[in-house]
């Protein structure tokens, strides 16, 4: 798991952000949803069990790409990812915020996602922040990524052009302290392969998890980070036919003897967004389904698997 003390106190060596530990809650087979999605990532966070003053993660739930890479590291650190407007805080979020008292709240994303003044009111309740941003969406998860994992044996890829791949994928790399870098689907950003290569705060995984298909992350991809020095590392894709099918290979490469399943809707971020620290931390594949239906790959793994318990985030429905 990273070890997030030492980093942060020397970026804001008065506003530390203490990394609790949570012991591994126990899914229920049961619906976690709120009436949007504001309240919907707050009824998960409600579902943690002994994570009481960890850090909080925020992100905006109007956009996808810097909360991929807060929920992988929610999920390293057994903690949660709450949502939150441009400029002003949902009443839910800020209920569960002081329902929770964490020690610190990380902000992901730059001022065009959680604006300022959305930084300044939670500083004026009391909580120490740290935003982590960058450039733009690529940029952000490797700050992500350099800042609060130390030395990851394992770096997972996904494309930063759609979400549905990393939803499932976040789970995965918190369930092993994991980042989540984003790419193009064939080209390496410069923000990623400066990462790679920093001389300070260098990426050096042995092995690299590819999300998708050559589609979304494509072998070129893969053959730029070789050529960064990585030839000796070890790729290895997961994917399958549709969203819905990549999330069973996550799954089952990850949580191969899971008894438990989360369940949120492929066709929407938001809900699985909050859902993938809690599958993380309960230790269950997160799977993607439909609002109304259960997809083929989805409902086989269900049958193959006879999870005892699920959970079902947000608009998802018990199939």
Request: glycine fraction near 8%.
């Amino acid at each position: 798991m990273p070890h997030r003390r030492r980093l942060f106190t020397v970026l804001a060596a008065s506003t530390v952000l203490a990394l609790a530990a949570a012991p591994a809650a126990q899914a229920a087979d049961k619906r976690l949803a709120g009436n949007d999605r504001y309240e919907t990532a707050a009824a998960v966070s409600q579902a943690f069990e002994g994570a009481q003053y960890a850090p909080v993660f925020l992100a905006t739930g109007e956009n996808f790409p810097d909360a991929l890479a807060a929920a992988a590291a929610a999920g390293a650190d057994q903690s949660r990812v709450l949502l939150t407007g441009r400029y002003t805080l949902p009443a839910a979020t800020l209920a569960e915020l002081k329902a929770r008292e964490p020690l610190g709240v990380y902000i992901v994303g730059g001022t065009s996602s959680v604006s300022a003044e959305v930084e300044t009111s939670l500083e004026r309740l009391g909580y120490s922040t740290l935003r982590l941003s960058g450039e733009d969406r690529y940029d952000t998860s490797a700050v992500v990524a350099q800042i609060l994992f130390d030395d990851p044996d394992t770096v997972f890829l996904a494309t930063g052009e759609n979400y549905p791949d990393a939803l499932s994928g976040a789970a995965a790399a918190g369930s092993i302290g994991a980042p989540v870098l984003l790419v193009r689907p064939n080209s390496l950003p410069e923000p990623i392969r400066a990462a790679l290569t920093d001389e300070f705060l260098p990426l050096k995984p042995s092995r690299f998890i590819v999300l998708g298909d050559e589609k979304a992350v494509s072998g070129a991809v893969l053959d730029q980070i070789k050529a960064l020095g990585f030839q000796g590392a070890t790729f290895e894709r997961l994917a399958g036919a549709d969203r819905y099918a990549t999330a069973v290979a996550v799954g089952r490469r990850f949580f191969p003897t899971s008894t438990s399943a989360v369940l949120a809707v492929g066709d929407n971020f938001p809900d699985a967004l909050a859902a993938g620290p809690f599958a993380a931390e309960t230790g269950a594949p997160l799977l993607l389904t439909q609002k109304t239906t259960t997809p083929a790959a989805t409902q086989a793994e269900l049958d193959r698997r006879q999870p005892t318990d699920r959970v079902y985030v947000g608009a998802a429905q018990p199939s």
